[in-house]
């Protein structure tokens, strides 16, 4: 397909922990990334939070969707209205619930109603399409990794891992002419990530994370218990695949025996080492890791990655990438696809029957 003109999107994100709206903008043409843009981020208050929280798993027209909504869409529209220059929005809007197996997912936020405020044309509701055509909706960041790889210019394999309450991981071949043709992109869910570690904090020492890995530094970490956690069923399952972040709540009772700082040591080492086992479900050895999320501030999870990958292990910084925004500047790339009819997902990312685009445009 012929190349389109490049285009100036700002992309948005607002992930279930909740803490606000991440915006970035991107010149793209939907297939490299010619330019990255200015950002900023718009924290969500108390109050807000919990009226989004509230409605949580339910469906449109469900009692607390409407309130959670006009939360969603009062601070999208605020944030946005900072920004100049856009031609287009990328709008991703909040999750509420996500439903693959039957079919269904739900992003709170109307994009005809941004479209309206801000006088621009507003590509959302991203998932539905890939769900509705079998496959598992998520993860969409993939076909932006694969544009940031050349970006950076990679010529090897190599992966980009994010670590948020559950880990997912990107397998990349930069060498291959798009995302959705075969053997470009691997993608899936690599195991528990912060939650386990931040849910251990909470419970024990009234704290919402352990800070820079401190915690699980000064302990020790039990290798046998991080050997039987890789013994389950789901480190066996051919991806694409995909986690709740719950999932594996029954094994992480065995943690607590352990005192606070060998059970973040051996939490933290779990997370790793699921990594260290979705790598031999890549098609290709990678020479470099890639770390976006949370995770990459912990220290000791770093130095775990380092110590059970075959690879360099680095901050996605390190390459000239925005850890903080990426997710925001992948809505904005995605958006320019939508735009110029290219696909967004593929079997080898979500699990879909076939290369689709999703997301509808709604303009002013």
């Known amino acids: 397909m012929a190349k389109q003109r490049a285009l100036w999107v700002l992309g948005t994100m607002s992930g279930t922990s909740l803490d606000g709206v991440d915006a970035a903008m991107l010149r793209t043409d939907g297939h490299d990334i010619l330019e990255f843009g200015p950002d900023a981020y718009r924290p969500y208050s108390p109050g807000e939070q919990s009226t989004i929280r509230r409605a949580f798993g339910q469906w449109p027209g469900d009692p607390q969707v409407a ?3 006009e939360v969603v869409e009062t601070a999208h529209a605020e944030i946005l209205a900072r920004f100049s220059g856009a ?5 991703h809007g909040q999750t509420l619930a996500h439903d693959p197996a039957h079919g269904r997912t739900h992003q709170a ?3 005809a109603l941004l479209a309206q405020a801000l006088d621009l044309p507003v590509v959302w509701d991203f998932r539905s399409t890939d769900v509705q055509m079998g496959g598992q909706g998520a993860p969409l960041a993939p076909f932006f990794h694969f544009a940031c790889a050349k970006w950076i210019k990679a010529t090897e394999p190599l992966a980009i891992l994010n670590l948020g309450g559950v880990g997912n991981i990107t397998w990349i071949d930069p060498s291959q002419p798009s995302p959705e043709a075969p053997g470009a992109l691997l993608a899936f869910d690599t195991g528990p990530a912060n939650a386990p570690i931040n849910d251990l904090m909470q419970v024990r020492l009234g704290l919402t994370q ?26 066996h399952k051919i991806p694409p695949k995909s986690l709740d972040r719950n999932d594996f709540q029954p094994f992480f009772k065995k943690t607590h025996r352990l005192s606070n700082a060998d059970a973040a040591a051996t939490l933290t080492a779990i997370a790793a080492a699921a990594v260290a086992k979705a790598a031999e479900h890549f098609p290709q050895p990678i020479t470099r890791l890639l770390v976006a999320g949370g995770g990459r501030h912990n220290a000791a999870m770093m130095a775990q990655l380092s110590q059970r990958m075959n690879c360099i292990v680095e901050p996605i910084e390190t390459a000239g990438l925005n850890g903080d925004m990426l997710e925001a500047q992948a809505f904005a790339y995605l958006a320019a696809r939508v735009a110029f009819g290219l696909p ?9 029957a076939a290369a689709v685009g999703g997301g509808q445009i709604s303009r002013p």
């Open 67 to 69: 309130a959670a909504a």
């Open 210 to 235: 352990d800070a820079g890995g401190a915690l699980a530094a000064s302990g020790r970490v039990d290798e046998k218990l991080v050997q039987a956690f890789l013994t389950q069923a789901y480190f």
């Open 109 to 111: 936020g109307n994009g």
């Open 344 to 352: 967004t997902s593929c079997p080898s990312t979500t699990g879909v």
């Open 87 to 91: 031609e287009m929005i990328g709008f």
